[in-house]
């Protein structure tokens, strides 16, 4: 495999992962008293819905609820054909939960499957906790998330929606708990009014609403009966109410998925080797972004990136072990875990001098991680025990390893140039002397180059904020670049 071809599975796979988040069913259930919803859902119902990407069906979900004694039982699964790098890659999941009368979570059991990547998950509601195991074949992961309220599961009958909003602009706020990426958040929801929407080439009289979350909204459309009929999502998928034999009809593969995350831009780039470089950027203001710190300064739409110096060539002024995230571990970077240290004492060896052990790990974790297109939540150890993965998995480890040492270390997200685009991507920074240094552990770049731009720094599980600016941020080039 070309170098080319190295970095395109690296870079562009990594992020199948924050599509996966923002391609599956949002459905969720705000606060409401159990009689109401004891109206909405008193029998069963099972829906399909296809999943389309430029106008192309590449997957289906499907929904199943059945009222038992005190609450329901619920059923939802779902199945893609993700097209990358002229691969078609199957992706599969299927959820079984428990709900109380007011269809709040008291149990689940989850799977998720891909090439190279499988879990299994099963959690217990307790008050406003959700306890939880995470099974990836190779490792286990036990955490617990807390929410306002107690959580709830999504569905596709929001019917309550239409009895609590009738005046365009009115809006609700509820908590979730998603089963797939063992998350929390907040969704707002905004009704926009009665309108006219085409779906499979009819026209429906339909309700249109707003979701929103970390940055990001997705569009949808309920009938009278408060069932959804149509959902977009922020990385261009589309979610249409269809007949089984019509969903489960899925083509092979749709569209190359490079085309749904590129970023293209305008204006001609410095030279790799220049010190600087200067970008126009415009994404949504409520973008959640993290645009300074370390080599990058934003101002007025114009973020500018030096080049760092490696080694460091004076002690900086910040103090960056200040911030215990960037040492400590957390659920997919397992850094205080005793196989991880082990490896990282291994790889420096007698070395004590901190960029020395950064380069050794940056070397280490190129050389001995294949490059692969792995779809899935990546965690250091699972990646340690594969030895495969791509940008995620790359960084996830680098992180465990690096924090393990007691470097503070961030995993970056961001773009990255690859020939005439901007591809969403993941590296790490380390703190040495007092001063942030960019890396690449996929491409062996140490520092990384001007034309890695970062928009956040958090752990995976942190990542979703920036599907924000998926399909909404615009790159340009300032003339004085050249």
């Known amino acids: 495999m070309t170098t080319f071809r190295w970095f395109k599975y690296a870079v562009i796979v990594g992020w199948l992962l924050l599509l996966l988040l923002l391609a599956r069913r949002d459905f969720f259930i705000a606060a409401l008293d159990s009689g109401e919803q004891a109206v909405l859902l008193q029998a069963k119902y099972q829906q399909y819905y296809g999943v389309h990407l430029n106008a192309k069906r590449i997957g289906w979900v499907m929904e199943d609820v059945r009222p038992v004694d005190g609450g329901y039982r619920i059923r939802q699964q779902a199945s893609l054909k993700l097209k990358v790098i002229n691969s078609v890659q199957p992706v599969d999941m299927d959820l079984h939960a428990e709900l109380d009368s007011g269809m709040r979570l008291k149990s689940f059991q989850f799977t998720f499957s891909s090439p190279f990547y499988s879990t299994k998950a099963e959690g217990k509601t307790e008050g406003r906790a959700v306890h939880f195991t995470l099974d990836t074949g190779r490792t286990v992961i036990k955490d617990t998330v807390t929410l306002p309220e107690t959580p709830l599961l999504p569905l596709n009958q929001r019917g309550y929606l239409l009895a609590k909003m009738s005046k365009a602009g009115e809006k609700l706020k509820a908590p979730f708990f998603d089963p797939f990426s063992l998350t929390k958040r907040e969704s707002v929801i905004t009704y926009k009014g009665p309108d006219k929407e085409l779906v499979s080439g009819r026209i429906y009289n339909l309700h249109e609403f707003t979701e929103s979350y970390s940055g990001m909204t997705t569009r949808f459309w309920l009938d009278e009966q408060g069932k959804v009929i149509k959902e ?89 072990g200040a911030n215990a995230a960037y040492l400590r571990g957390s659920r997919y970077v397992q850094a205080e875990d005793k196989k991880i240290i082990a ?63 007691g470097i503070p270390t961030a995993i970056a997200a961001g773009v990255t140039l690859q020939k005439n685009a901007f591809y969403y991507h993941a590296w790490n920074e380390v703190c040495i002397q007092g001063q942030w240094i960019s890396l690449d552990t996929t491409t062996k770049q140490l520092p990384a180059d001007i034309y890695h731009l970062r928009f956040t720094r958090a752990d995976v599980e942190g990542q979703i904020a920036i599907g924000g600016l998926l399909g909404k941020l615009e790159i340009a080039i300032p003339q004085e670049n050249n």
């Open 343 to 405: 490896k990282a004492k291994e790889i420096i060896g007698d070395v004590t001098d901190p960029v020395q052990q950064v380069k050794l790990l940056t070397d280490w974790v190129y050389a001995n991680i294949e490059k692969r297109p792995v779809i899935g939540l990546p965690d250091a150890l699972t990646t340690l025990d594969s030895r495969l993965g791509d940008c995620n998995e790359h960084a996830a480890l680098f992180a465990a390893l690096s924090r393990s040492l």
């Open 232 to 320: 977009e999502s922020p990385a261009g998928f589309v979610f249409e109410a269809e007949p089984k034999f019509k969903a489960m009809n899925i083509e092979a593969g749709g569209d190359e998925l490079l085309a749904a995350v590129a970023v293209q831009y305008s204006g001609a780039l410095p030279p790799e080797d220049s010190a600087a470089a200067i970008y126009q950027l415009r994404f949504p203001a409520e973008a959640e972004v993290e645009l300074n710190g370390g080599r990058q300064q934003f101002a007025d739409g114009r973020l500018t990136v030096r080049k760092e110096a490696f080694p460091p060539q004076a002690d900086g002024p910040e103090d960056c």
